[in-house]
C-alpha cells in the first residue's frame, strides 16, 4: 500500500487507487502521517478535525470516523489504538513523506562524507517522490498546514544539497534553473547567490554571475540596509578576476565560527527547531533578531540553539559567535570580558580593544554593522548581562539561551522548552543506547518516567545503557527506583543532573536556596504560592519574591491556578530529590522540622477558619491547643473568600498535612486537623480521604495516650460509618468516644457524639430511642454553646415527628433549627433544613410547596459543592414532581439524583431513589423496570440495616400486581 502526501492526499493498493467516502478521512489520514509514525491523541485530533465545532458527541464521531477509514483502506490493522492514541501502521517506503525524510537523510549524510554521487542519487530520488504541495486542499487543519511549512522547508535543504552535490560532479549547467527558483522564493538568501554565481560561472556565464550578485546586492540593501557578506563580495571580486573558478574564496580572520559541535542526534524537538530556525530569518528593518530559548536546567536549550545555528550557518556568511556566559552559575562571566573575547574573534588586536564595557560595545557594534552574524549567548544570567552583547543594526540574528524567560529584552520571539513527550523520551532512549528494539520494551516506559523525562537524564540513562551491553533497561530501572541514590545513578563521564542542578541552586540568594530546600518538605505534586511564607516562615511578599526568583531560574514550574484563581506551582522530580539532598547537607539542625510545624499549623489556622466561616463559628468541631501559624491578614482574607472552595483545592495539602503531623508525632495537632477537614470530606463525599486522616489521627493519639484526641477521632470514624450507612460498625466507635469524653471531661465532644449516635436508633426504627437521645445532646450541646449542632438535632427530631405523622409538631422545630442556620450565615445547614422540610410537605400532600423547598435545597448544594446535598435536593424533587403527576420530569430528576447518588458513593439516596423511580415504573405499568429497582432498593436498605425503609420497598413490591398505571 502507498500513501501519498507530496501534492493530492491519496492512497494506492496493488496499483489502484483507493477512494476515500469525505473529505474527513482524507483530513484524519493525514494527520496520521504528520505525526511520522507515533501516536496522537485522541483529544489532538478532536480539536483539529472539528475545534470549536466539537461537541459532546466529538469523541462518538472520531471513533466512527476512524472505523470508516478503516474500511476504507481494507486493513483495520493499518491504524492502531493504544493509551498514546491513534497511530498510522506502515513501513517508511509506504509513506511519501517518511521516504522523503528517509532518502533526505541518508543524502545528506553521504555529502558530509564527500561521496557526491551517493548524494546526487539518494536526494534526487527523493525530490522525486514530490507532486506538488504538501497536503494539497487540505491546509485549512492548523497541524497540517504547519506539517505542510515544514516539509516544504525540507523539500528546499534537500534541494540544495543535491544542487551542492552535483556542483561537485561539476553539473553546473543542469542545477542553473533550480537555483533561479530558489533564489526567486527569497532574493536575500546569500548561500543560494552564491551557488548560482557559481554554476552560472563555471558554465561560461561570467556576466550574468556577476549580475546576480548585483541583484542580490540590491535587495540587501534596500530590505535590510546591510552589504552582501565577505564570502559574495569576494566570490565577485574573484569572477571579476577571471579566477579558474570562480571562488570558494578564503575565509579571512574576521569571519569566525565559535560554535560547538551540534548534536546530531536531537530528538523530539522538530517543532521547536523549525519554529527557531524560521525566526533567525526573520526580515526586520534597522534591528537585528533576537531569539531566547528558556527552560529549566537539562532541558536542552543548548542543544536547541547550537543545532539551529549550524542549520542556519549559511544564512550568515560574516560568521557566527558563540560563548557560555555561565549565568546559572555563582560566578557569571561579565560583558567586559565576554566583549573582549568577541571582539578578538571579529579581528580587533588585544592592544586595540578599550578597557570599559561601554566603549568596547561601541567597538563590536561598529564591527558587526552591515553584516549578517549570528550570535549565540548560551546560560545567560539575565537581561543586563547580554545587553551589551547584542549588536545594533539589521542582519543579525541573535540566540539566546537562559533559565529565565529575560521578558525585558524588547521584541524578542520566546521559546520556552518543556520536558519531552513520552514518546519522544522512548526514542531519544532508544538513540542514545542504539538499542533499536528499547521501544518495544515495556520498562522503558518506566525508565523514561523515573527519569522525569528530562533530555539530560534521558541521555545520561542512555549512555550507561550503552557502555553496559549487559544491562537490560530493567536493571537500571531498579537502580533509578531508589531514591535517595537517583541522582547518583544519573551521571556519566562529564554528564551529570546533579551537577547540572547545583550549579542553577549556587546560582541563587539565600532566600532563593532555603526555599528550594524547603520545597522539598511538601508532600504533594503541586502547590499554591502561600505556602512559602510558611517554609520560610516571613511575610507574603518576601515569600513570593524567593519564589519568582526560582521560577526565573527555571527551578520551579508555574503549573495553572486552582478553582480560587491562586496560582500553583511544581518542582520536577529530580528538582526535588536536589532539593532533598540540598536539605540534608545544607539546613541548619532543627531548622527542617520546624518549617513543617510552621506549615502545618498554617493549613490548621486556614482549615479551622474556613470551617469557622462556613458554619458560622467553632461549632460541630472540636479544637486542641497545637500552635497555629497564621498567615498575613490579606493572604487569609484572600484565600478564605470562599472557604468551601479553598478547601477542594487544598485537600491534597491537608492529607499530607495529617500524615507529616503523624511522623513528628504531633498528637494534638494530628487529630485536630483531621477532625477539621472532615468539613471539605463530609460535604465533598471524600469517604475515603475521611477514613484515612482519621485511622491515621487515631494511631497517633493512642501511641501518644491522648485519650480526649482518641476520642475525637472514635467520634469521627463513628460519624463516617454513620454517612455510609454501617450502623453496626459505627457503635462501638461511639461507644468508645463517650466513654473517654467522659472520662477527660468533655461535655461538648460528649453531645456531638450522643447526637450522631442517635440517628444510629433512629435509621434502625428505634424511634422513641432515638428521641431521648437527641434530647440528651440537646442539653448538652446549649450548654456548650454549639448553636449550630443544637439546630441539627432540632432538625432530626422534626424528622422523626414527620415520619410519625406529627407535622405540626415539626414544624415549629425546623422553624427554629432554619432561623438558626440563617443567623449563623450557615447555607448548607439551612439547605438540610429545607431538606426535612420538603420532606415534612410531601407528607402532608403539598407537592408545590415541597418542589419549592427542594429547589432551593439543591441550589444551596451547587451553590457550595456540597454533591450529597444536592443528590437529596433532586430526590425530593423528583418524589414531588411524582406526587404532583409530572411523571417525565420526576423521571428526568430522579435519574439525576440516582448518577450523582452513585458517583459520590451514598447508599441511602441511592436506595430511596430507586424506591421512587420503581414506584414511577409501576405506575407506567412498566412492571419488569419497576421490580427490578423496588427489587435492588429493598436489597439496599436490608444492608444498610434499615427496616423500616425495607419494608416500605417490600410492600411496593408485594402491591407491584396491583398497581394501576398511570392515566394517559
Not at 492512497?11 to 484524519?28: A, K, N, T, Y
Amino acid at each position: 500500500m502507498e500513501f501519498q502526501v507530496l501534492g493530492a492526499v491519496g492512497v494506492r493498493d496493488d496499483g489502484h487507487s483507493v477512494s476515500f467516502s469525505s473529505r474527513r478521512q482524507e483530513q484524519l489520514l493525514a494527520l496520521l502521517i504528520c505525526r511520522a509514525g507515533r501516536a496522537v491523541t485522541a483529544e489532538t485530533l478532536i480539536d483539529e478535525l472539528w475545534r470549536e465545532r466539537a461537541g459532546p458527541a466529538a469523541g462518538k464521531n472520531l471513533q466512527v470516523l476512524v472505523h470508516r477509514l478503516r474500511k476504507t483502506l481494507g486493513d483495520p490493522g493499518r491504524i492502531r489504538l493504544d493509551r498514546s492514541g491513534y497511530m498510522l501502521c506502515a513501513r517508511t517506503p509506504e509513506v511519501d513523506a517518511w521516504y522523503f525524510a528517509d532518502l533526505a537523510e541518508q543524502g545528506r549524510a553521504a555529502l558530509l562524507r564527500d561521496d557526491a554521487h551517493t548524494a546526487a542519487t539518494l536526494l534526487g530520488r527523493a525530490l522525486a517522490l514530490w507532486h506538488g504541495p504538501p497536503f494539497a486542499g487540505l491546509t485549512e487543519v492548523a497541524a497540517l498546514a504547519e506539517s505542510a511549512a515544514h516539509l516544504e522547508q525540507e523539500r528546499r535543504r534537500a534541494l540544495t544539497a543535491r544542487i551542492d552535490a552535483d556542483l561537485a560532479l561539476g553539473l553546473h549547467a543542469r542545477i542553473v534553473p533550480d537555483l533561479v527558483t530558489l533564489l526567486a522564493e527569497d532574493p536575500l538568501d546569500e548561500a543560494t547567490a552564491a551557488r548560482l554565481m557559481k554554476a552560472l560561472y563555471r558554465s561560461g556565464q561570467r556576466r550574468e554571475a556577476v549580475e546576480v550578485y548585483r541583484r542580490t546586492r540590491a535587495a540587501l540593501v534596500d530590505e535590510l540596509g546591510v552589504e552582501p557578506g565577505p564570502q559574495l563580495r569576494g566570490l565577485e571580486q574573484a569572477m571579476l578576476r577571471g579566477d579558474s573558478d570562480g571562488g570558494p574564496p578564503r575565509r579571512d580572520a574576521e569571519t569566525p565560527c565559535l560554535l560547538p559541535p551540534a548534536v546530531h542526534d536531537l530528538t523530539g524537538r522538530d517543532e521547536e527547531l523549525r519554529r527557531l530556525t524560521g525566526a533567525t530569518r526573520e526580515v526586520r528593518t534597522g534591528t537585528p533578531v533576537l531569539c531566547v530559548v528558556s527552560g529549566m536546567p537539562g532541558v536542552g536549550k543548548t542543544a536547541l540553539a547550537v543545532r539551529a545555528a549550524h542549520d542556519r550557518r549559511a544564512d550568515f556568511p560574516d560568521g557566527q559567535l558563540y560563548i557560555n556566559l555561565r549565568g546559572a552559575g555563582p560566578a557569571p562571566v561579565e560583558p567586559h570580558d565576554a566583549l573582549a573575547r568577541f571582539l578578538r574573534a571579529l579581528g580587533v588586536s588585544g592592544t586595540a580593544i578599550p578597557e570599559t564595557v561601554d566603549e568596547r560595545a561601541e567597538v563590536y557594534r561598529a564591527r558587526m554593522s552591515g553584516r549578517r552574524v549570528l550570535v549565540v549567548l548560551d546560560d545567560a544570567a539575565g537581561e543586563g548581562q547580554v545587553e551589551p552583547l547584542i549588536p545594533a543594526g539589521a542582519g543579525c540574528a541573535i540566540v539566546i539561551t537562559s533559565r529565565a524567560p529575560l521578558t525585558a529584552l524588547p521584541a524578542a520571539f520566546r521559546l520556552p522548552l518543556g520536558v519531552l513527550g513520552e514518546d519522544d523520551a522512548i526514542s531519544l532512549l532508544s538513540a542514545v543506547t542504539g538499542r533499536p528494539l528499547l521501544n518495544t520494551d515495556g520498562t522503558v516506559h518506566r525508565l523514561a518516567a523515573l527519569c522525569g523525562r528530562l533530555p539530560l537524564a534521558l541521555r545520561i540513562a542512555g549512555a550507561r545503557l550503552a557502555a553496559r551491553p549487559h544491562w537490560s533497561a530493567d536493571r537500571l530501572v531498579e537502580r533509578l527506583a531508589i531514591e535517595h541514590r537517583r541522582l547518583d545513578e544519573l551521571t556519566h563521564g562529564p554528564l551529570s543532573v546533579r551537577a547540572s542542578l547545583a550549579l542553577g541552586y549556587s546560582g541563587l540568594g539565600e532566600p532563593g536556596r532555603t526555599l528550594l530546600r524547603r520545597l522539598g518538605l511538601l508532600e504533594t505534586p503541586i502547590f499554591a504560592g502561600w505556602t512559602a511564607a510558611a517554609l520560610l516562615g516571613t511575610g507574603a511578599g518576601d515569600a513570593e519574591d524567593a519564589l519568582e526568583g526560582l521560577l526565573d531560574a527555571q527551578l520551579v514550574e508555574y503549573a495553572g491556578t486552582d478553582g480560587i484563581g491562586e496560582a500553583r506551582f511544581r518542582l520536577h522530580d529530580l528538582v526535588r530529590l536536589h532539593a532533598k539532598e540540598r536539605l540534608a547537607e545544607d539546613e541548619p539542625p532543627g531548622e527542617a522540622d520546624a518549617a513543617v510545624i510552621r506549615l502545618i499549623g498554617c493549613y490548621l489556622a486556614l482549615a479551622e477558619d474556613a470551617h469557622r466561616r462556613q458554619y458560622g463559628g467553632d461549632y460541630t468541631v472540636l479544637h486542641g491547643h497545637a500552635p497555629r501559624w497564621d498567615p498575613d491578614e490579606a493572604t487569609r482574607a484572600r484565600l478564605l473568600a470562599e472557604p468551601a472552595a479553598w478547601l477542594r483545592s487544598e485537600r491534597l495539602g491537608l492529607i499530607a498535612a495529617v500524615d507529616q503531623a503523624a511522623r513528628l508525632n504531633l498528637s494534638e495537632t494530628c487529630w485536630d486537623l483531621a477532625l477539621t477537614a472532615v468539613t471539605l470530606f463530609e460535604a465533598q463525599g471524600h469517604f475515603d480521604d475521611w477514613e484515612r486522616t482519621s485511622q491515621t489521627a487515631l494511631a497517633v493519639a493512642m501511641h501518644a495516650g491522648d485519650a480526649r484526641g482518641e476520642a475525637a477521632m472514635r467520634y469521627s470514624l463513628g460519624s463516617l460509618d454513620v454517612f455510609r450507612q454501617r450502623y453496626t460498625a459505627a457503635q462501638p466507635h461511639f461507644d468508645t468516644a463517650l466513654r473517654l469524653f467522659e472520662l477527660v471531661g468533655d461535655r461538648h465532644g460528649q453531645a456531638l457524639t450522643l447526637r450522631n449516635a442517635a440517628l444510629i436508633h433512629r435509621m434502625c426504627g428505634r424511634a422513641e430511642a432515638a428521641l431521648r437521645q437527641y434530647e440528651r445532646a440537646l442539653t448538652m450541646l446549649r450548654e456548650a454553646g454549639d448553636r449550630h449542632a443544637e439546630a441539627h438535632v432540632q432538625g432530626s427530631i422534626a424528622q422523626i415527628h414527620i415520619e410519625h405523622g406529627r407535622a405540626a409538631t415539626a414544624a415549629s422545630l425546623l422553624d427554629r433549627a432554619l432561623a438558626a442556620y440563617r443567623s449563623l450565615g450557615d447555607q448548607r445547614g439551612a439547605a438540610q433544613i429545607l431538606n426535612r422540610m420538603g420532606a415534612m410537605h410531601l407528607s402532608e400532600g403539598r407537592p408545590a410547596e415541597a418542589e419549592a423547598a427542594y429547589r432551593e435545597v439543591t441550589a444551596a448544594a451547587r451553590a457550595g459543592g456540597d454533591l450529597i446535598g444536592e443528590a437529596h435536593g433532586l430526590l425530593g424533587s423528583g418524589e414531588a414532581r411524582l406526587m404532583a403527576a409530572d411523571h417525565d420530569g420526576a423521571g428526568r430528576l430522579l435519574a439525576s439524583a440516582l448518577a450523582l447518588a452513585t458517583e459520590v458513593g451514598e447508599p441511602y439516596v441511592a436506595a430511596r431513589t430507586r424506591l421512587a423511580a420503581g414506584t414511577l415504573a409501576a405506575g407506567q405499568g412498566d412492571e419488569e423496570r419497576a421490580r427490578e429497582l423496588l427489587s435492588a432498593a429493598a436489597g439496599d436498605f436490608a444492608e444498610l440495616g434499615m427496616p423500616v425503609w425495607r419494608s416500605r420497598a417490600a410492600a411496593a413490591l408485594r402491591a407491584l400486581g396491583e398497581v394501576q398505571a398511570f392515566p394517559h
